[in-house]
């Protein structure tokens, strides 16, 4: 990574949907993340892997908003009119070292999708009045706009990867329980040092070591 580290966590600062009513903030850093673990589950899904690696498409899902740490957030609808009047919000590189994200190609056409479902996993859970119905919607249908104009490979991957999303283990009442359960028991156990005078000191009842 050649963007300096300063501006990279910078990104935790900048906020997203800020045009849009939502029910919990986002950030570009946590925005990131989410494309990275996207990306690489659409990765593991797509047959033809020839040239790219799993690290190159967590890559570039990293840094896919670099340039954002400078400009803030921009909205897809937003971008796409400043090109459309002949201004392009990514041509500058700020005096800083420029990444050299691919132009083209599989890794690139992944981490976009990835960004798209993120986008769309975050606002259908989160979207807070007329305009987050609206940017809903319109995530939705830049999805699909996608799919259409992906190969098969990617086609299939984004379907497979959107089920999984839509039908995470946690949604099965049982293991909800079952991981609401342990994690009481961790928090049962974590309040216990709340305070302990000696750090990584315990009490002498909590056996175990950590």
């Given amino acids: ?12 600062y900048v906020q997203r949907w800020t045009t849009v009513g939502t029910t919990r903030e986002s950030n570009v850093a ?3 993340f989410n494309v990275a673990v996207i990306a690489m589950a659409i990765y593991r899904e797509i047959y033809n892997k020839v040239g790219y690696t799993e690290r190159d498409v967590c890559y570039y899902a990293i840094i896919h908003d670099y340039l954002e740490a400078y400009s803030g957030d921009i909205s897809t609808p937003v971008k796409e009119a400043m090109v459309e009047s002949g201004f392009c919000p990514d041509k500058f590189d700020y005096g800083a070292p420029r990444e050299m994200l691919p132009e083209s190609g599989m890794p690139k056409a992944i981490v976009k999708m990835a960004d798209l479902i993120d986008n769309w996993n975050f606002i259908r859970q989160h979207h807070d009045g007329a305009r987050g119905a609206r940017a809903v919607q319109f995530a939705e249908g830049k999805i699909k706009e996608a799919v259409l104009n992906s190969c098969e490979d990617l086609q299939t991957a984004t379907k497979k990867v959107i089920d999984r999303i839509l039908e995470r283990p946690f949604d099965d009442p049982e293991k909800r329980r079952q991981a609401q359960g342990q994690a009481e028991e961790v928090v049962r156990v974590r309040e216990e040092f709340v305070g302990f005078p000696e750090l990584g000191g315990k ?5 175990g070591n950590s």
């Fill in 1 to 12: 990574m050649i963007t300096p580290i300063e501006k990279m966590l910078d990104l935790q």
């Fill in 30 to 32: 946590t925005h990131s």
């Fill in 203 to 207: 009490p002498e009842h909590v056996s």
